[in-house]
């Protein structure tokens, strides 16, 4: 009966899919991790996905651990579901929305006041939308990057000073199809595409961040590391356009990864032992890799650096008035 054939279509469609997910996917090693009782780690976006993931396993090491992120409702639940899976009571939620420069300085002067200490600061938040933001600045680029960009500097004396610590950019191998336009920076590419143009340039932005800051912290004990996670099934797509997500969604479940299998190359920058020589590198699941060409470029790197500096308003007061 057609009941039949139906039902035996859905079942070899089922058996296809189990084959293939697990076929295509090597099972993921638990990796140990070292105790972390007496530090201190911001984890951003950590009330879901990658972020909620990495948040949980820090916690599970003892860590005290900052969850910072946009929605107070999800981020206090996510702090709250920490504490009660690990029984870390060290575990609190933050605001910090990184569409908004001023919301940034707060959770900076808050954070400074409130806790001495910061050994790990985890950028992870991010947004593949378009749109712009309060400071007029394309929404994936502000979040993405310069809202990091201005967070870690703001946090950075306090990173040194409770050294050896890390910073951990969560980047992604989109960073091969992004081209940074220093004369507008910042603002939305133009073009049909623009919004994906965009996320492609935030996530090379990461990349080259990471590699200039760790060259201008090499004598201090602070270190950088970039990470392409895995193409993980995570809200980053809720944003997609909808003839898209059909398209999305069964490529998602079939081969992307799940949060806490993309939490661990995350996890690995976090905490590694021995990663210093490597800081400023570009890891993926299998170890430090060569980022894509414009993901190696120091001049580029140097001239990002500058221009976000400038965007958010930083490094001119320091310099003085020009002769």
């Known amino acids: 009966s057609g009941m039949g054939w139906g039902l035996l279509g859905v079942g070899l469609l089922l058996a296809l899919y189990t084959l293939l997910r697990h076929g295509l996917r090597s099972a993921p090693r638990p990796r ?60 609190r939620f933050m605001h910090l929305d990184l569409s908004s420069l001023r919301s940034v300085r707060a959770f900076a002067s808050t954070f400074l006041r409130q806790e001495p200490h910061l ?23 502000q979040v993405n990057h310069l809202g990091h960009f201005l967070l870690t500097q703001l946090l950075l004396e306090r990173l040194r000073s409770s050294g050896p610590s890390r910073v951990v950019i969560v980047a992604s191998s989109a960073h091969c199809a992004g081209r940074l336009r220093l004369e507008s920076l910042g603002r939305p590419p133009p073009g049909l595409f623009s919004a994906f143009q965009d ?17 201008r912290e090499q004598d201090t004990q602070v270190t950088c590391y970039a990470v392409h996670p895995g193409f993980v099934n995570t809200e980053l797509f809720r944003h997609a356009p909808l003839w898209l997500k059909p398209l999305l969604l069964p490529l998602a479940w079939l081969l992307f990864l799940d949060a806490s299998e993309g939490a661990q190359v995350v996890l690995d920058c976090a905490t590694q032992e021995g990663l210093e020589p490597l800081s400023g590198r570009y890891f993926t699941d299998s170890g430090p890799q060569q980022p894509w060409a414009p993901g190696r470029d120091d001049r580029l790197a140097r001239a990002l650096w500058e221009g976000s500096e400038r965007l958010v308003g930083l490094g001119v007061a320091t310099q003085g008035p020009s002769p």
């Not at 947004?127 to 600045?137: K, L």
């Not at 090379?204 to 060259?215: D, G, I, P, S, Y």
């Open 119 to 141: 050994h790990l600061l985890v950028n992870n938040a991010g947004v593949s939308a378009g749109g712009t933001t309060e400071d007029g600045f394309s929404l994936p680029f």
């Open 32 to 91: 140990a991790r070292p105790a972390l009782r007496g530090r201190t780690a911001i984890v951003t976006g950590g009330s879901s996905g990658i972020g909620a993931a990495t948040a949980l396993e820090l916690a599970r090491c003892g860590a005290r651990v900052i969850v910072a992120t946009r929605n107070a409702l999800r981020g206090e639940a996510a702090a709250s579901r920490i504490r009660r899976e690990t029984g870390n009571e060290e575990v």
């Open 199 to 215: 996320y492609c340039d935030s996530k090379l932005a990461n990349v080259l961040h990471a590699r200039e800051l760790a060259t």
